[in-house]
């Protein structure tokens, strides 16, 4: 048996900051499904397959090996056994991700490798459709929002200390058109699932939306 937490958000929303502080807190297993799609993209850009190239691309998730290891409070992932953590987050990968995960194909096998992830364990995940899709019947839902331009501070701010070279502007159209691919999807598209709790972190501190969210879960768990 589980116990699982679903938060699900667009970009830049808090999902990677709130869920690692909060699975200290709660002992929980923090699952970034985010990492996954992250993976194929990179995969696809190191095999120089160009993203009409679908069939290819199914290829490559089918055939991927993905390990995710957490070392030292940072999910450190593995392709094929090379370590690709930071290689993940590069402005190349980040421009395609959203389009390799689209593909319903890529999706089933990602779904089932998030799911293989969580067996057995008491998890807090990240992404865009836990609530509604993996994990439909999720102990706790949540949904965290924040308007584009917050988003895009947060995302560039994090992108300078991770030494990632992207203008505020650049990371701004990024999400703008990530969140309208995301919205958009075959299966799994980003919506909010009917019983999750919406939380808008637009002006929070991380300490006010960790307050919040804690408050949230805490109240949840006593109702179980
Ligand atoms: O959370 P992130 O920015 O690392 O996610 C990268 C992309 O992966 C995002 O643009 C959409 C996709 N994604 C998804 O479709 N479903 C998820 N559960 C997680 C991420």
């Known amino acids: 048996m589980s116990f699982i937490i679903g938060i699900d958000g667009p970009a830049g929303s808090g ?30 850009l190191d095999n120089n397959i160009k993203l009409n190239e679908k069939e290819k691309i199914i290829e490559v998730a089918k055939n991927i090996d993905i390990q995710i290891k957490n070392e030292e409070n940072v999910d450190k992932v593995f392709l094929n056994g090379k370590d690709i953590t930071k290689d993940i987050r590069s402005k190349e990968v980040t421009a395609i991700v959203s389009q390799v995960s689209s593909i319903k194909e890529v999706r089933l096998i990602m779904v089932d490798l998030q799911r293989k992830l969580a067996e057995g364990k008491n998890v807090i995940m990240e992404g865009r459709d836990i609530c509604t899709y993996v994990f439909p019947n999720a102990d706790i839902k949540i949904y965290l929002k924040a308007s584009l331009e917050e988003r895009a501070r947060r995302r560039y701010e994090e992108n300078c200390q991770k030494g990632i070279n992207m203008s505020y502007q650049e990371v701004l159209e990024n999400i703008k058109l990530r969140d309208e691919n995301d919205m958009h999807k075959e299966i799994g598209s980003l919506e909010i699932a009917e019983d999750s709790i919406v939380v808008d972190t637009t002006g929070f501190e991380i300490e006010q939306s960790v307050e919040k969210l804690t408050k949230i879960i805490q109240e949840k768990m006593k109702n179980m």
Request: glycine letters at 6%.
């Open 15 to 44: 999902k990677g900051t709130m869920t690692k502080i909060l699975a200290k807190k709660f002992n929980l297993i923090h699952i970034d499904t985010g990492i996954t799609y992250r993976a194929v993209a990179k995969a696809v």
